[in-house]
């Protein structure tokens, strides 16, 4: 079955950037000269996915405000000559169909995920949380979405982190059965390194099927109350077969400052624009 939907979970508070976020939803921080979330609709949409559903929460109207048509916007544009920054601006609109579900109360990954089940429905989906920035030569949904293809299973992104972050990671219990391609048994949340079955962590890239909801809505919550997506996992790894997949690409977490920061760094050198004077920059600094 082809995928056509995706979930972007954004009603996090985003505390880890305040003040900076007590008015701006952190998902619309820039990495260069466009939110970290205008890259992760990017790289659903190269996917061929066109329908991506917001789970927004309060404060985060800014969110769909940028996603949707701004006329008046491109009209002063097009008045002072900038035709083709009105129909940049114009084209964000039309990159899918944008639908926002609400989500009350924040209470986890797994239950934000959950409030999107209507819209779903009863087919296979993605979920790529606004926090994580893939830099790959192909997408990361893309090279999920051609190993669906084959397996017809569910996927988790999933990379290999150093020893001092395993702790900040869902860890994998896995077998791998090809290259960068893993059978899961079970999910460890955020273990001490001594008790860590590997060093595989999840990233935000799952691709999931509607079954996930049933169990959701199940479940009981986990830690600090909240419903959580990883134990849904490892239920769902003992009914069906669940694959974990090391990805092509650079992850950044921007929802970290040093992630940030490094995202904005490693793209600044990528753009034609800054690479020169960023490099000498830089190299300034450095000495």
């Known amino acids: 079955m082809k995928i056509r939907k995706a979930v972007i979970p954004v009603a996090g508070l985003g505390t880890r950037f305040l003040p900076a976020t007590k008015v701006v939803p952190k998902e619309l921080l820039p990495i260069i000269d466009k939110p970290c979330i205008h890259y992760i609709v990017e790289e659903i949409v190269a996917a061929g996915i066109k329908e991506i559903v917001f789970v927004s929460g309060r404060g985060k109207q800014g969110i769909l405000d940028y996603f949707d048509r701004a006329p008046e916007l491109e009209d002063i544009l097009k008045q002072r000559g900038q035709k083709e920054l009105a129909l940049q601006i114009r084209k964000i609109a039309a990159m899918a169909e944008f639908v926002s579900v609400w989500q009350s109360e924040p209470l986890g990954l797994g239950h934000a995920i959950l409030c999107a089940k209507d819209v779903i429905g009863e087919e296979p989906f993605f979920v790529c949380l606004p926090d994580d920035l893939i830099d790959s030569e192909i997408p990361c949904v893309t090279q999920m979405t051609s190993l669906y293809e084959r397996l017809q299973k569910p996927i988790i992104g999933v990379t290999k982190v150093e020893a001092s972050q395993v702790h900040q990671y869902g860890i994998l219990k896995s077998r791998e059965i090809e290259k960068k391609l893993h059978h899961i048994e079970s999910i460890v949340e955020k273990p001490c390194l001594e008790k860590a079955p590997s060093r595989l962590g999840i990233v935000g890239r799952y691709l999931l099927p509607p079954q996930i909801f049933s169990i959701l809505e199940t479940l009981p919550p986990g830690s600090a109350g909240e419903i959580q997506l990883?134990?849904?996992?490892?239920?769902?790894?003992?009914?069906?077969?669940?694959?974990?997949?090391?990805?092509?690409?650079?992850?950044?977490?921007?929802?970290?400052?040093?992630?940030?920061?490094?995202?904005?760094?490693?793209?600044?050198?990528?753009?034609?624009?800054?690479?020169?004077?960023?490099?000498?920059?830089?190299?300034?600094l450095s000495n």
């Open 230 to 284: 990883s134990d849904a996992l490892c239920q769902l790894a003992k009914e069906e077969k669940v694959y974990g997949f090391e990805f092509e690409g650079t992850r950044y977490d921007t929802g970290d400052k040093l992630g940030f920061l490094k995202a904005n760094l490693a793209y600044g050198l990528k753009s034609e624009n800054f690479n020169g004077d960023l490099k000498k920059f830089i190299k300034k």
